[in-house]
């Protein structure tokens, strides 16, 4: 018979389809076993069903020789045995897999971002040199990101830096929201913004002066106005009642 397109289009198929099944019935097969069959551990000894496993595609059932709490405590041991080793394995590892545990820290510190901050300012506490050398480490490897980041959240820095004077002075409260801490990094921002488009240097002042003989007001936004650097340095500390005097 000879062979044309469309019998060689149904051949293959027919091939396909055979292969389907046969994959299918394979699937099947196995999740047959991996509920009904059982398998003796040979470290414990127990008669165990094979999901009590790992897989193993060269084991009986395809599945290893130890059940899986044996293997854990097998491993467990050698780690505590060898840990220089783990260490090792545990660093290389991390160097081939960099995007992955950077991935995998970002998701684990959006979910747990206040005990991870409380337990990382107990550590600096506790370890002030040790911090003060990360730091020092980190400024020295990554200079040109550091200067990269300021250049780009210039008007957070200097919010900051006000909050920090502010703290000081016990002029921050302690029930600002997120967003006035937001609105006010704005404001610092939009100065630094002024500064370069006018070439005119642009301070954020305080309305009401933190330290006054007479009057302290508070960091917040409602108490910060933009003003060139000359006005800001003639006004000083003084009110505003004070300035007309």
């Excluded at 840990?83 to 991935?103: D, L, M, S």
């Excluded at 005119?200 to 108490?223: A, I, Y």
Aim: with cysteine.
């Amino acid at each position: 018979m000879k062979t044309t397109p469309s019998n060689r289009s149904v051949s293959v198929g027919r091939r396909a389809q055979v292969r389907h099944h046969t994959v299918s019935a394979e699937a099947l097969r196995f999740e047959e076993v991996e509920t009904t069959q059982a398998k003796t551990c040979k470290a414990c000894g127990v008669k165990k069903p094979v999901s009590e496993f790992h897989h193993q595609a060269l084991g009986k059932f395809g599945v290893t020789s130890k059940c899986k709490p044996c293997k854990n405590a097998m491993t467990k041991a050698w780690e505590m045995k060898n840990p220089e080793q783990c260490r090792e394995k545990v660093r290389n590892w991390r160097a081939n897999n960099r995007e992955h545990v950077r991935e995998n820290g970002r998701i684990a510190y959006a979910a747990n971002r206040k005990p991870h901050i409380e337990k990382q300012v107990a550590w600096q506490k506790r370890n002030p040199e040790s911090k003060r050398l990360s730091g020092a480490r980190y400024r020295a490897t990554h200079s040109e990101k550091i200067k990269s980041w300021r250049r780009a959240n210039y008007g957070m820095i200097y919010a900051h830096s006000a909050a920090r004077r502010a703290l000081k002075l016990k002029a921050c409260p302690p029930w600002i929201t997120e967003d006035q801490k937001a609105e006010m990094n704005a404001v610092y921002e939009k100065a630094r913004e002024l500064t370069i488009k006018t070439g005119v240097v642009h301070h954020v002042d305080h309305k009401h002066p933190l330290k006054n003989s007479r009057l302290c007001g508070l960091h917040v936004p409602w108490n910060l106005q933009i003003l060139t650097a000359q006005e800001n340095l003639t006004k000083g500390n003084r009110l505003t009642s004070e300035r007309s005097q």
